[in-house]
């Protein structure tokens, strides 16, 4: 593994024209440092690759080990890869996981229904788009890959907030709550109701609330563990996609995210 590290980058300004934090750059390029021949490193190993002084170094590394990005091993007093560096990997791999597996379920679902499905995630509040089928109807809806929505307004957000932890739902329907139409409700106790109505009944649904003229519904997927890691969507444009119609089409919704789910190793009791 090539670790060199472009001299431009080994000594960092105190802040660059991008806005850039050279503490954390210089962290990050710390962290970069460590690998399959260099699995443990001192201090002076790793100030004399980046180009920085040893007090800077040790400062940084005792900030990331605090943190658990990093480990000293008490024999030697070296520095080697954290625990935490392990935890964020697995939720990358997790998500990519997800996505590769959640791919030919969600393309028979859309064949079935004629109608857009996608892949999504929770983060920091919001909604995130992993993956977008659109439909072959004439009139569809655009791509949201890559989008980011809030999460109390969208029935794939609502599906993850009512099924993941409690405070997580608390945190997010503490924040200003916009609407985003007309027919989006911000009220917080409302949304309480709704989230309980959603865990009751397995699915959402978004009746014009994040978008003007498109319905859709969405299901929890699982992951080994019971944890709820992403939800499937469906949606519509309303001149096509009626309640009636929407409601029909819920249980291959739930079938598919139930599907993915056991994919990725959740057996439902």
Excluded: W
Aim: charge should be positive.
């Amino acid at each position: 593994m090539d670790m060199s590290i472009p001299k431009t980058l080994a000594t960092p300004a105190k802040a660059s024209a991008s806005g850039r934090l050279s503490s954390v750059a210089s962290a990050l390029l710390l962290l970069k440092v460590f690998g399959d021949a260099d699995a443990e490193l001192g201090i002076s190993s790793i100030a004399k690759t980046l180009g920085l002084a040893k007090s800077t170094v040790h400062r940084l590394a005792v900030t990331l080990a605090s943190e658990g990005f990093l480990e000293q091993n008490p024999d030697n007093g070296r520095y080697r890869l954290g625990l935490a560096l392990f935890s964020l990997g697995a939720l990358v791999r997790q998500r990519m996981d997800v996505s590769n597996q959640a791919r030919p379920l969600l393309g028979l679902l859309r064949d079935r229904a004629q109608e857009a499905v996608h892949l999504a995630i929770l983060s920091q509040g919001e909604v995130v788009y992993l993956y977008n089928l659109e439909s072959a109807q004439a009139i569809g809806i655009r791509s949201y890959i890559g989008v980011r929505k809030p999460a109390f307004c969208t029935c794939e957000g609502r599906v993850m907030l009512a099924f993941g932890a409690p405070e997580q739902a608390t945190a997010v329907l503490k924040q200003p709550l916009l609407a985003r139409t007309p027919r989006t409700v911000t009220d917080p106790k409302a949304l309480l109701r709704t989230l309980a109505e959603v865990r009751q009944s397995g699915y959402a649904i978004d009746d014009e609330e994040s978008e003007i003229g498109i319905r859709g519904a969405a299901a929890p997927v699982r992951d080994m563990s019971g944890r709820v890691v992403a939800a499937v969507g469906l949606a519509g444009p309303t001149q096509r996609l009626t309640k009636k119609d929407l409601r029909a089409l819920v249980p291959q919704v739930v079938a598919t995210a139930d599907a993915i789910s056991a994919r990725l190793g959740f057996q439902s009791r």
